[in-house]
């Protein structure tokens, strides 16, 4: 029995290839494939379960959906590709961009350049969201990066500051503030704990300030 060679060979975790090389063969995967390469690495994603990842990020998405909508000159991504560097092509659960920031969409349209903020699903601090893809993110200038460890019940929420991430802190009334993206307020502990209700109430109390509505005019501003 002759066995039928693909025209382009599959992706494979662990495969070391240029970035133009991993898009050659992506593109050749069946539908619906996730890959990433990372440090000239591929990884290939395994199947997403509910509990530890589709549904933590679909609030995620849910939350930058709305405050996208609410903020012209803002745009969210889910599952987009970003080309960070010719060793670095990541899809990260999800993203926001201001239109006239540091990225920009190609030709071939993908993201290209970092994004303003950048969040990502981890099954555990052992993932690659809370060290590769970290240490690839803050050298690529992404300014904010929140990663969600789900078996370990918490968020953590880093801003870029000389150089480096730092975590940004709740605020007293227990609510955490993008520094990047005024109005951006989240209830990480509601979002963990799965009040959904609770969260988007908070984050329309952020849309509803008054520096949200300055960052709105802002963005307007900008030619």
Do not use: C
Not at 20 to 39: C, N, Q, S, V
Not at 104 to 116: F, R
Not at 129 to 147: A, N, P
């Amino acid at each position: 029995m002759t066995m039928t060679v693909p025209a382009v060979p599959y992706l494979e975790s662990g495969d070391r290839l240029t970035r133009d090389e991993f898009e050659r063969r992506y593109e050749a995967m069946p539908h619906g494939t996730k890959a990433e390469l990372i440090e000239g690495v591929v990884y290939v994603a395994s199947p997403v379960r509910f509990a530890t990842h589709g549904e933590p990020h679909s609030r995620i998405i849910t939350l930058l959906g709305v405050y996208a909508a609410a903020t012209p000159g803002v745009r969210v991504g889910d599952n987009a590709t970003v080309r960070l560097d010719w060793a670095n092509e990541l899809q990260p659960d999800g993203l926001l961009r201001i239109e006239r920031g540091a990225s920009l969409i190609d030709a071939d349209g993908y993201v290209q350049g970092p994004p303003e903020f950048v969040a990502e699903i981890a099954g555990s601090s052992a993932a690659q969201d809370m060290h590769d893809k970290l240490r690839i993110y803050r050298r690529s200038g992404v300014q904010e990066y929140l990663v969600w460890p789900v078996f370990e019940q918490r968020i953590e929420w880093f801003a870029l500051d000389a150089g480096d991430y730092r975590p940004i802190p709740a605020d007293p009334d227990a609510i955490t503030r993008s520094r990047v993206f005024p109005g951006l307020w989240l209830d990480l502990p509601a979002l963990v704990r799965g009040d959904m209700a609770g969260a988007l109430a908070v984050l329309q109390q952020g849309i509803a300030a008054a520096e949200h509505a300055a960052f709105v005019t802002r963005l307007r501003s900008i030619k």
